[in-house]
């Protein structure tokens, strides 16, 4: 673009968005030195006062500059790379609003003669470029995101996590701590334990914690003039680092009755949820527990329906519905789970506890269900099949309209598990439940009152 020489050169106003720790301060810092301009940060989490931006009137005592002109002035450049840090950890209130006091200085239409109540007089912002920095979108006010251009920063998958310790994070850990002469290594294993046993995170922050404790330690070993490892495999990772912090879950050995794994996206990656239905003596009545949020309570609700409507095909009898309770526990009931993404795993278990016909352990699957069966697209594609991938399931039932997403899964999970697009849920039901029923399915018993009733008759 720079040798095309554009007749006007408009700089874009970018805003990365996406959990803490996945490098958006760092790429900002490349992009400036890519560009060969001076790069300044500025922090505005925690900014109140619309005069931290536009800067004081001079009739005040302590009159100052905002902090945009003040870091222009520290940089000594017109044409500086701005990174904005925490642009949606601004705050408003009767000191003003700072939110739309940033309305100026990132719009390229206004900023060429941006006014700082300090200077009086106005200022060119716009040979300078602004890259601002978001954890959550839903913070920024409509006005002030319409002036950006967001790109979002996904969680690192557990590949990228290994990439990025074997490039940057244990040669920097090993020089910061004095080791460089011992040559020491980590096998994959090792990393591989410590990212799922040791960190739960999108970025690697953590994990560059972890492979900093291990290298001190090994530090102290070698300045003690003890015996020290120079390769750091799994089994050695205990004893540095103690026991496991976190136990990543494991897949069902057996194929089991109202037991389906369903694939969730968090914001530290994909994982595997198991949902569990268990069918039993009552009034009727639908009972859900494990923090489950109201999209994914009216997803069970629209998952119940769908049954009821198709119960003649999947021979469960209509007296079931109102004799017997159905109980939907998802594990881990002190963690908040919600979205439509576990409809049709909902659907799934229910339809395994109320045949008795048991589900293949080896199926994951994603998707948000209709009252007619119909299956809708969802978010997270890539974490979930990875996380699918990583708990060793073989078969991932995904809606066909996120096939299209797959492009971001690498080719080795593609090529070793088996991703099948589905659209209603007669093909779930096909796929993922066994076709005879391995337990007596649950039937009401008889009242009293009928049994009377049946005597005199």
Known sequence: MRSLKPKKDRQPILCFVGPPGTGKTSLGRSIAEALGRKFVRVSLGGVRDEAEIRGHRRTYIGALPGRILQTMKRAGTANPLFMLDEIDK????????????????????????????????????????????????????AALL??????????????????????????????????????????????????????????????????????????????????????????????????????????????????????????????????????????????????????????????LTYIKSRAALLGVELEVFERMDIHLHMPEGAIPKDGPSAGITIATAMISALTGRPVYCQVGMTGEITLRGRILPIGGVREKVLAAYRAGLKVVLLPEKNIKDLYEVPKTVRSEMKIIPVTHMDQVVELAIAPEAVVEPPRPRKRKNEENSEEQE
Do not use: C
């Open 90 to 141: 601004l705050y408003s209130d009767f000191r003003g609003d700072p939110a739309s006091a940033m309305l100026e200085v990132l719009d390229p239409e206004q900023n060429n003669s941006f006014s700082d109540h300090y200077l009086e007089l106005p200022f060119d912002l716009s040979r300078a470029m602004f890259i601002t920095t978001a954890n959550y979108l839903g913070s920024i006010p």
């Open 146 to 303: 319409d002036r950006m251009e967001v790109i979002e920063f996904p969680g690192y998958i557990e590949e990228e996590k290994l990439e990025i310790a074997n490039r940057y994070l244990i040669p920097r850990q090993i020089e910061e701590n004095g080791i460089a002469d011992i040559d020491l290594i980590f096998e994959t294993t090792a990393l591989q334990r410590i990212i799922r046993e040791y960190t739960f995170e999108a970025g690697v922050r953590n994990l560059e914690r972890e492979i900093g404790r291990i290298s001190r330690k090994v530090a102290r070993l070698k300045a003690e003039e003890k015996k020290y490892p120079t390769r750091i495999g799994a089994d050695l990772i205990e004893k540095f680092l103690d026991p496991p912090q976190y136990i990543p879950p494991e897949v069902e050995k057996q194929d089991e009755v109202g037991v389906v794994q369903s694939l969730a996206w968090t914001e530290n990656g994909g994982e595997i949820m198991p949902v569990e239905v268990a069918v039993l003596e009552g009034k009727g009545a639908l009972q859900m527990t494990g923090q489950l949020g109201d999209v994914m309570q009216e997803s069970a609700q629209a998952a």
